[in-house]
């Protein structure tokens, strides 16, 4: 995690470096239908490694774009959800998604 004074001047630069990653972007798609444990996480995004889906979320929870709930019970339960901050994320997720599926659909030029 970079603090404030070192990110980027640019807001898009900024925006980029804190969600900037494929991975980042399709745990925030996940998220934003409902909270995930790990292993729900690392099955569903085919391919991500337990390294970067680790290090991501905690890159996340560090910018507080993200929550991480520990439940007191045995074995210990984690959930992973969206802060307040990361719901404001909602209306750019679903830009893309409406651009992607103009794309697919031929009508992005």
Known sequence: MITKEEMPTCPVAT????????????????????????????????GVSQ????DSLRSMEADGIITRTVYPEVP??????????????????????????EYKAGLAK
């Open 51 to 54: 390294k970067v889906l680790t």
């Open 15 to 46: 925006t980029v470096q804190l969600i900037g990653s494929k991975w980042k972007l399709l745990i925030i798609r996940n998220l934003l239908v409902r909270p995930w444990r790990f292993n729900e996480l690392k099955k569903d995004l085919d």
């Open 76 to 101: 210990p339960r984690v959930e992973y959800a969206l802060s307040q901050l990361g719901e404001s994320m909602r209306p750019i997720i679903k830009a893309m998604e409406q651009w992607g599926i």
